[in-house]
């Protein structure tokens, strides 16, 4: 498998965590707040 194929794929998955993650804490602390 080609190296640079593996590491854009990884950045992408790294990156779709980041954003699921990210929605996630938004929604916790919007819930906390009120």
């Known amino acids: ?3 640079a194929f593996f590491l ?3 950045k992408f ?3 779709f965590i980041y ?3 990210d929605t996630v ?3 916790n602390c919007t ?4």
Request: aromatic letters at 6%; charged letters at 20%; glycine letters at 0%.
């Open 19 to 21: 954003i699921n993650v």
């Open 13 to 15: 998955i790294l990156k």
């Open 8 to 10: 854009l794929i990884f």
């Open 31 to 34: 819930q906390m707040k009120e």
């Open 25 to 27: 804490l938004r929604t």
């Open 1 to 3: 498998m080609n190296p």
